[in-house]
């Protein structure tokens, strides 16, 4: 098990290159099973979850073949599809395989996908996935763990409406809706960039797709997609993570290829709490501004506060001035964090889904354990800011979402090395 030692204290400063957004490229990835021509991505992250989605992929009959000298460069090309099955063994590593359920359904009209169960965040259902699949005129049954659905000649478009606006079921079904009948209509849809991100891709292989980003999505199904062409978006919650970094500890950094509108209303929380954040050439510029200071956030779906950098911003407000109350809406269990933040010396209290966070001087370090992707990073800035030597434990976490961390950190100056 590779753990990380951090040594805290020390201000990061330079350029830290944000790489292509993990949950912008996974939807991607999958996508490529709606066409038999090649799909040529570039700025695709190397990370875990993504060599576990080709590894799904591969076996679905999707060949990725990476671009010699160009890191992040692939092109995908499914000419036929090998299989429709999406094996346990597979999903319950990556909850994001269920992405496949719509490509294939689209393209094979069937397909055998493992429910995905559910995560140290929550039980994660797919509820909406398979109800919107299912007025598209699949029929779906739900046995021995799997997911069964078929769609006898093909998808027809439909009017869905989502009871909550899902970023997985938005993808599943605008994926599927490329390939079907008619028009398909998505009320109440997922507003995140990265479906936008992922509809940019889709209309690159002739998908015609009007309104992503907002809450009505518009899908015309053509036959078929051909070729196309598409760059990753930059990771905003990676972006995100760093700029908190530097904030934690009196740093100033260029995130590289970051733009503020990715931010949502983080952007603004963050600015309250005292990161500074300027756009500067080629990317964004984060600094602490005069000191931190305890603000109130709550989690929404885009373009609210984003559930994936509330761990991080709770390491922030650990050494603000003053209390935070953060109260997480998405997901039922996304304070893991909280206890080991508590053995740094943190002070937060946790009532239901809010945490208040009263900010104390300074955060010592103590041997921690990371227990999911966004809870170990949280965990990394609070070691950054801590006094003294953090040893962070079970650190796979990060890998899945987090290309060369330590690589880009010592980088900009932190004191930090991985030990296998
Ligand atoms: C995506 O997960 C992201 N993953 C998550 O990032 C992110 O936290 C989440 O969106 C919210 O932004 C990927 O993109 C691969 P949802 P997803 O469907 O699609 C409920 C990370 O750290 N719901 O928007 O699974 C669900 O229980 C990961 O990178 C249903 O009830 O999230 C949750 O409460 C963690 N029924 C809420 O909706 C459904 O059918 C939002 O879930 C689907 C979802």
């Not at 429910?115 to 029929?139: F, Q, Y």
């Not at 966004?374 to 290309?403: C, F, K, P, W």
């Amino acid at each position: 098990m590779d753990r990380i030692i951090i040594r805290g204290g020390t201000p990061l400063k330079g350029r830290i290159p944000v790489s292509g957004a993990k949950n912008a490229a996974l939807p991607i990835l999958a996508a490529a099973i709606l066409s038999d021509e090649p799909l040529r991505l570039t700025n695709v992250p190397d990370l875990a979850d993504i060599h576990s989605m080709l590894r799904l992929l591969q076996i679905l009959g999707v060949e990725a073949r990476h671009v010699a000298g160009e890191p992040g460069s692939m092109e995908m090309r499914c000419t036929d599809v090998l299989s429709t099955v999406a094996p346990y063994e597979l999903v319950r590593k990556m909850r994001a395989s269920v992405l496949v359920l719509g490509p294939l359904l689209a393209r094979e009209h069937e397909a055998r996908v493992s429910l995905p169960g559910g995560c140290a965040i929550g039980t994660r259902p797919i509820d909406l996935h398979l109800s919107g699949l299912e007025r598209m005129g699949a029929r779906i049954e739900l046995a021995e763990g799997y997911v069964q659905a078929s769609a006898g000649d093909g998808l027809a478009g439909a009017e869905i409406r989502l009871a909550v606006p899902s970023v997985g079921a938005t993808e599943n079904l605008m994926m599927a809706a490329s390939l079907a009948r008619g028009e398909t209509v998505i009320e109440n849809a997922a507003r995140e960039p990265e479906i936008v991100d992922l509809a940019t891709c889709l209309r690159a292989m002739g998908a015609l797709i009007e309104g992503a980003g907002g809450e009505r999505i518009v899908i015309e199904g053509r036959d078929r997609l051909h070729a196309g062409a598409h760059a990753i978006m930059p990771d905003r919650i990676e972006a995100g993570t760093y700029a908190m970094a530097a904030a934690a500890t009196g740093g100033d950094v260029v995130l590289g290829g970051m733009h503020r509108d990715l931010f949502g209303a983080a952007g603004a929380s963050l600015e309250k709490a005292g990161v500074r954040l300027e756009d500067a050439p080629g990317g964004m510029r984060a600094s602490r501004a005069n000191g931190l200071h305890g603000t109130d956030v709550m989690t929404q779906p885009f373009p609210g506060f984003a559930t994936d950098l509330q761990a991080q911003f709770m390491a922030l407000m650990c050494v603000a001035d003053g209390a935070s109350m953060i109260t997480e809406t998405i997901f039922e269990n996304r304070f893991m964090h909280v206890p080991e933040l508590m053995r740094m010396g943190a002070n937060i209290t946790v009532q239901g889904s809010s945490a208040l966070v009263r900010g104390v001087d300074r955060l010592k370090a103590a041997p921690v354990m990371a227990t999911d992707l966004r809870a170990s990073v949280s965990l990394v800035i609070a070691a950054l800011a801590a006094e003294g030597r953090t040893e962070l434990n079970r650190i796979y976490h990060l890998d899945r979402g987090y290309e060369r961390l330590e690589r880009k950190l010592a980088d900009v100056g932190a004191d930090i090395e991985r030990i296998a």
